[in-house]
C-alpha cells in the first residue's frame, strides 16, 4: 500500500505559527490535498498542490516538493478555532483513478 | 445550494442484521466514495463509483457492498453487521472531471454502533 505519514499530534499557541508535514510513497503521485476536521465533524477541504512551490490561502499555506515526495501545511496566527485535526490525502494515478489516499491525521490542539 | 447529506447520522443495530446507510447528494458528481474512520487507521476506503451502474471494492470492502442505480444515490449495505464494523461512516462525492483537482466534498457522517 502507499503509506501517507505525517506525526499523530502537535500542540502550539495561540497567534503563533504551526507546520505540519507529510510525507508519502512518490510513485504514480498525481495531486495531493490537505483537509481540516472538527472533532465529530466531516472533513472540509484546505488546499491542492500538484505542482511544486508553495499555495497561500489567507492564513493557510501549502507546500509541495514532488521529488522528496514531501509536502507541509502551514497555519499562521493560529485561532483558538483552528483546534482540529488535519488530514493529508494523495492521489495515486491509474486508469480512471480518483481515489485519495489518506494519512492518519494530525490532531493540532492550540492553547492560549 | 447543492450538498451531501447522510441519513442517519446515528444508527444502533444488533450483530448479525443488515444495516443501509443512505448517501445523497445534489452536486450532480459522477464519483461518490464511501469511508470509515475509526481512531488509529484514519479515513479508509471501503468501496467507490465512478458513474451509474459502477461500482469498485476499496481497501476494506469485506462485508460491505454498494449499489448505484442513478448519479444522486450510493447506499452503503453491511450485509450482516458485526462488533468490528462499529465506527464512522462518510460519504463523499467529486465531479470526476479530466482535468483540475477534483476534490472530494463529505457528508456528514453516519456513527454506526454494532452491539
Known amino acids: 500500500g502507499q503509506n501517507i505519514d505525517q506525526p499523530t499530534e502537535m500542540t502550539a499557541t495561540e497567534g503563533a505559527i504551526v507546520q505540519i508535514n507529510c510525507t508519502y510513497q512518490?510513485?504514480?503521485?498525481?495531486?495531493l490535498f490537505w483537509y481540516q476536521q472538527h472533532a465529530g465533524e466531516a472533513p472540509t477541504f484546505l488546499s491542492y498542490?500538484?505542482?511544486?512551490g508553495l499555495e497561500e490561502k489567507g492564513r493557510f499555506s501549502s507546500f509541495l516538493s514532488r521529488s522528496k515526495g514531501y509536502s507541509y501545511l502551514l497555519l499562521k496566527e493560529l485561532q483558538m478555532k483552528d483546534s482540529a485535526s488535519y488530514l493529508c490525502?494523495?492521489?495515486?494515478?491509474?486508469?480512471?483513478?480518483?481515489?485519495?489516499?489518506f494519512g492518519k491525521g494530525t490532531k493540532l490542539s492550540v492553547i492560549p | 445550494d447543492a450538498e451531501i447529506t447522510q441519513s442517519p447520522r446515528h444508527k444502533i443495530t444488533e450483530t448479525g442484521r443488515q444495516v443501509t446507510l443512505a448517501c445523497h447528494q445534489t452536486?450532480?458528481?459522477?464519483?461518490m466514495f464511501w469511508y470509515r474512520q475509526d481512531l488509529g487507521h484514519g479515513l479508509r476506503l471501503i468501496h467507490y463509483?465512478?458513474?451509474?451502474?459502477?461500482?469498485n471494492k476499496g481497501e476494506v470492502s469485506d462485508g460491505y457492498s454498494v449499489s448505484r442505480s442513478n448519479t444522486e444515490d450510493l447506499p452503503l449495505t453491511l450485509e450482516s453487521a458485526a462488533s468490528s464494523q462499529t465506527s464512522v461512516y462518510f460519504c463523499?462525492?467529486?465531479?470526476?472531471?479530466?482535468?483540475?483537482?477534483?476534490?472530494?466534498?463529505f457528508g456528514p457522517g453516519t456513527r454506526l454502533t454494532v452491539l
Open positions: 463523499a462525492s467529486s465531479d470526476g472531471g479530466l482535468a483540475g483537482a477534483d476534490t472530494q466534498y
Open positions: 512518490t510513485s504514480g503521485f498525481n495531486g
Open positions: 498542490n500538484v505542482l511544486d
Open positions: 490525502a494523495v492521489r495515486y494515478s491509474g486508469a480512471g483513478s480518483y481515489q485519495l489516499t
Open positions: 452536486w450532480n458528481h459522477n464519483n
Open positions: 463509483s465512478y458513474g451509474v451502474q459502477d461500482t
